[in-house]
């Protein structure tokens, strides 16, 4: 098995193994893929120079620690100064994001030969905290479908599980490397479960941050203007991983205000900002809000075994288990309103001037915050909430119904976080008889990521242990 971000962030630190071995390693079996179609787009020469140069930066830092017996050394892991936690780990993005010297395509043909001049926002970060983004992985077109990733200029990718069925969109290049064992650490976008259904079909990790915690400059349609920052919206971008930890470590690396002006290194800015703790470090003290089904998208007999256990082990390790829905919300009425702000998105996200009034603009906004405060008084009393990422495995490309049931269904589970803004996260938690992973989902409170992330690193311990 491939080793989470964690874990070779940790070799390559303690000179286990090289940066260059690692990205020589990574480049190597991306080349050798011919079924996957996961990553479409590397920069080999670039990754074998970053990957020395993290190398030369560690000897440098170990020499200066050396140097400094006695002293105070400079900040970095391990105090050395300039080593980030994701120094030397070769990583990849979903291509939506602008690479310096990378094309960005979002699956048109139409941007097939736009290179990026400039890198955005989240690639900044990554590479701040000592990450060499490697290449890109595919997208759906356009990022307009949820439930596959085929375009007209990289083709379709497959899920590595199945090749026969699909990686869920529009991440599934992000999650299928991941799964394939092509990257160590990917980011993506969501607006309608945009990186939590691919990593849920994939069975990999993927977290959709609260609304405005990852800068999204950047992350926007080739040849538009760069504004300084993203009002937040229903878009998020987020990590996925091989690993709860890993997703939190990504997480700590981006997130964050913008500098005072575009472009600026957020170390000159003139505050500092962390990742909140999580409520509980151990799973028997977390309360958690669970529903396992519903009739507007009923879960497959898989994913409803595979969540049920989940809840089993749950109250086997003392947690608080706490069946049913928020007071006053209504799933299948906030799932259509989710619908209706998608709409409004759109609208606002090239539809026609003068498609929306600032009235109908205004109702949909306060529809978002009423939804999110019956979310979060719900938050006072339990710590997370956990149901299906969807009500089915991954199925076969091309389908338009699932299981009898509207392939649109796939959206019920992820409107709920999507609408409100809160953090979410789809985990691993088990295997159909014919190996396709099942993906629970875990909403937490606003602003409080890590809660729902530590809540998953407990769970997937328990699951471990059986």
Known sequence: M??????VAERIRTRQVTSREVAEQMLARIAADTEVNAVVEVR????LAAADEADAALERADAAVGA???????????GRRGVGPLHGVPVTVKDCFDVAGMHTTWGNPAFAEYV?????AVVERLQQAGAIVVGKSNVHAMLADFGQTVNEVYGRTNNPADLGRTPGGSSGGAAAALAAGLTYLEYGSDLVGSIRLPAAYCGVYGLKPTNGLVLQRGFQVPGTPYLPS???????IGPLARSANDLRIALRATAGPDAPYAGQLRAEAPYSWELGPPRHRELKDFR????????AAPVSSEVGDALSGAVDRLARS??????GWPDGVEPGEQAEEFGRQVGVFFALHGGEPGSMTVDELVAAERGRMIARTKWQRYFEDVDVFLCPTSFTVAFPHGSTTIDGQPYDAQVFWIAHASLTGHPALSMPIGRTADGLPVGGQVIGPWHEDDTAITFA???ADQLRAG
């Open 116 to 120: 990026a001049e400039r890198d955005a």
């Open 68 to 78: 400094a017996v006695g002293a105070s050394v400079g900040a970095g892991v391990g």
């Open 44 to 47: 080999p020469e670039y990754a």
């Open 288 to 295: 958690v809000g669970v529903v396992t089904d519903h009739p």
């Open 457 to 459: 690193e407990l769970l």
């Open 230 to 236: 993203e009002l937040p919206n229903l878009s998020t």
């Open 318 to 323: 003392g947690a608080k288990v706490v069946e």
């Open 2 to 7: 491939m080793m989470t971000t964690a874990e």
